[in-house]
């Protein structure tokens, strides 16, 4: 992955001024760590960060007890490149201003993010307007649950996964 995402970046093709972020559900038939409980049952939660090519940039395992929010750095954490993206594109699930504010502070990324109904209104709606492209990482999961060993997990070993 590593020397596709430098060929990519070589030629010019790869632009991280922007990326996106989410996460998907899949159900774990045969526990481990990284499968939690919630009201659709057991299953672990994959994170994704995508960039404006559909290319993935970090992907994540973590059990799908915790909320988003809290998997974003390890995420982060699991990128393919060296360089991070200048702003991340989430949906109104990642509306917190601590998580702007941990990511502004420790990586340098800007958090561009919808608010929530009953929030005051943080940040100015022109940046919003790339929030329009977000279809892209939904794309990569579409694309990934192309692939049955995505759909619904049988390892009990994250790292086999």
């Known amino acids: 992955m590593l020397a596709l995402a430098e060929d990519l970046r070589e030629r010019g093709k790869r632009d991280l001024r922007e990326a996106f972020i989410d996460g998907t559900f899949v159900p774990a038939k045969k526990g481990g ?3 939690g409980k919630t009201k659709r ?6 994170m994704a960060v995508a960039d404006a090519a559909v290319f993935p940039l970090a992907l994540h ?3 799908a007890s915790p909320h988003k929010v809290t998997v974003v750095e390890d995420t982060l954490d699991c990128t393919f490149t060296n360089e991070l993206p200048g702003s ?3 949906n109104k699930a ?3 201003d ?3 504010a941990r990511l502004e502070e420790a990586w340098g990324i800007e958090v561009i993010v919808p608010n929530r109904k009953k929030r005051a209104k943080t940040q100015d709606d022109r940046p919003l307007l790339r929030y329009r492209r977000r279809w892209k990482v939904e794309r990569l999961f579409a694309w990934l649950q192309n692939f049955c060993r995505l759909v619904v997990i049988y390892e009990f070993h994250e790292k086999t996964f």
């Open 88 to 90: 991340l594109i989430d």
């Open 94 to 96: 990642y509306d917190s």
């Open 41 to 46: 049952g057991k299953g672990t939660k994959i």
């Open 33 to 35: 760590r990284t499968v």
């Open 61 to 63: 395992v973590a059990s």
């Open 98 to 100: 601590a998580l702007d």
